[in-house]
């Protein structure tokens, strides 16, 4: 079966970041940039599931600017087999992103679509399940395991309880957590390969989706500052300030 | 005006985050109508009703709605949408999951995980693990929003709202709920503890977090932990406290053996008072401490259960 896999260009999460003065957004001028961390999982998946034979195809698609082709190259280097880069100039809010992924659906026509839970900058925990219901299929959101048979595919999700096990109808939309599995590093051979891989370039008019931000920024701020804490000599000193400073004991 | 605010419950007892979603809808403005899905949930639709403000509760209850299964149960708030100007949820598993698909059913760009409501239209929620406040406001005819709890106080009780049987929505047939594996413990959950202990790699073992679950009990706490701690198997994933985990702001956070990556500030760095206990003077933990300790925790953590 053929595979969609989404990937994102994000600040990489180890950096620092740093909210620009003017209050526009964050700084992202000579940011160091790396593929979400979710999205590998999500390249990660389908290229085992192609490993071990179930999967026969994986297309990539990113939507962001030009450089985004680095991202959906580093997906090739991971064994995706071609991407789709939807370039847009601006800001492509999770509503505007399933819109174009599901566009891709219908034309690519895969039996599984994996998506990050999340993008790490916007924080917005929305596209998979957005792009589950446009296309009125079933979702697997925040999955730790998936195993496909046939025309279902059983997953386990996590929930803040602990794990839900369910039994969706294939085609669906998974999104991925953290524990599914570990993603690999690129190899030197395998960036070199990627670079040979089709790479497409497509415009969201061409997809007949409008990508105007329906959220407007007002403004990006700091968030408050805990102020400066005390380093305490010994557990005697920590437990007396927690009982009379602090008196949360 | 009027919002609709989706409960999260275990079928008696709604979950923490619920009230604290009543508390945004107020702020937002108009009448609150608390919408109560499940199956065998009436006793959760009481509790509802005596949610300060509450002006009705809708109760569903159908085996269509067992389990978190977002595709009947979104099919079923399609029905009643159109009447709200606002659809809120608590930005938790369980509202993560759904909203977002209903969201895109109403051709709406959901708001996530707001900490304050600035108006009916404009919201402030985190971005990039916390780093960043945006302010955003929607044009949308809808507002579909989901709540992080922490940052707006619980409702009270104190109301008498009537309720009302809401008829079970189409079954899509999508997706068979299978059952869930729930951690089990006496502890409180984590996002209702007033005392929080978490523990990190530093633990260095599942079987060492008994260090921390004998501080917890005396403290009345319940245990959280960091990613490093629950990938290496040391505890159940629902313990991971963070950026991707659980949004947690107790009276008291006490971090051991956590070095307080961004991703897990970003999951406690509100809470009241922080303490922090780790053998290396550098840790980046101790820049969000209140208190914090440098010491090897396997002696630290013992001595503090005898002292509380
Ligand atoms: C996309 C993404 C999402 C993430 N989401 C989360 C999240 O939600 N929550 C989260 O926590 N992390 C998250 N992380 C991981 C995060 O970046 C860190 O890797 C993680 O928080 C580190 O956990 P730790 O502090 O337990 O481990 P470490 O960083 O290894 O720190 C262990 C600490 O223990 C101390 N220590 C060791 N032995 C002792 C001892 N005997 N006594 C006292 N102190 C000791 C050490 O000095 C050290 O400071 C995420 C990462 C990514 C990329
Ligand atoms: N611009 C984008 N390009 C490609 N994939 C995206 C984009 N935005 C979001 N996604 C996918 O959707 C997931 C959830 O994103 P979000 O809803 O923004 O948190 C991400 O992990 C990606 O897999």
Redesign the interface.
Known sequence: MKVLVTVKRV?D?YV??R?KSDGTG?ETANVKMAMNPFCEIAVEQAVRMKEAGIVTEIVVVSVGTQQSQETLRTAMAMGADRGILVEVAGEA???AV?KLVKAIVDKEQPKLVIMG??A???????????????LG??????T?AIAVNGDTA?VT?????????????LP?VVTT???LNEPRYVTLPNIMKAKKKPLEVLKPEALGVDVT???????????AK?SA????A???E??A??KNE?R?? | MSVLVIAEHDGKLLKPGTTNTVTAAAKIGGDIVVLVAGHQCADAAQAAAKITGVSKVLLADSPLYAGGAAENLTALIQTVAAQYSHILAPATGYGKNFMPRLSALLDVQQISDISAVVSADTFVRPIYAGNAMATVQSADKIKVITVRATGFDAAAEGGSAAVEILAAGPDTGLAKFNGQELSKSDRPELTAARIIVSGGRGMGSGDNFKILEALADKLGAAVGASRAAVDSGYVPNDYQVGQTGKIVAPELYIAVGISGAIQHLAGMKDSKVIIAINKDPEAPIFAVADYWLVEDLFKAVPEMTQQV
């Open positions: 600040i999460p620092k970041v909210v964050v809010q999770p509503l399933a839970k999340q790490i900058d916007d924080d917005s925990n929305q596209a998979g399940q957005m792009t589950a219901a446009l299929w079933p979702q697997s959101a925040f730790s059983d999700r996590e929930i803040d309880g602990g794990l839900e096990k369910l039994t969706i109808k669906a957590d953290l524990r931000p329906r959220l407007k920024t007002i403004k990006v701020e700091e968030p805990r804490g005390v380093k305490v010994d557990v005697q920590l437990v300030k927690l602090a949360v004991i």
